[in-house]
Nanobody, 126 residues
Framework: QVQLVESGGGSVQAGGSLRLSCAAS????????MAWFRQAPGKEREGVAG???????RYADSVKGRFTISQDNAKNILYLQMNSLKPEDTAMYYC????????????????????WGQGTQVTVSS
């Protein structure tokens, strides 16, 4: 089973940028659907951005135009470039993977994701 390790979180001021990384223990390109989820205190975990196994991408409306998801296929690393960060982006960010092709459900069906990382904290101050 694939293991996922996130890194790159930290504390930034509003308007700043961070790049999160998720290192996978095996080849994921076109094999797994990958996504970033986040969970703020007292809130449900929500999908932020994802790459389906057919390479289509999806973004939550709240991050469109600010966040970009990408993959380094040679290194089995998933990235989330986060620009123009806002205080409401503060959360624990998790990388997740599934062998399913989820299409429209990519950021919705958390239960379809079999593999999760331990999370990396992102804190944005105003």
């Amino acid at each position: 089973q694939v293991q996922l390790v996130e890194s790159g979180g930290g504390s930034v001021q509003a308007g700043g940028s961070l790049r999160l990384s998720c290192a996978a223990s095996e080849y994921t390109y076109r094999t797994y659907s990958m996504a970033w989820f986040r969970q703020a205190p007292g809130k449900e975990r929500e999908g932020v951005a994802g790459i389906d196994s057919d390479l289509s991408t999806r973004y939550a409306d709240s991050v469109k135009g600010r966040f970009t998801i990408s993959q380094d296929n040679a290194k089995n690393i998933l990235y989330l470039q986060m620009n123009s960060l806002k205080p409401e982006d503060t959360a624990m960010y998790y990388c997740a993977a599934t062998r399913a092709t989820l299409g429209w459900w990519l950021l919705v069906r958390r239960d379809e994701y079999n593999y999760w990382g331990q999370g990396t904290q992102v804190t944005v101050s105003s």
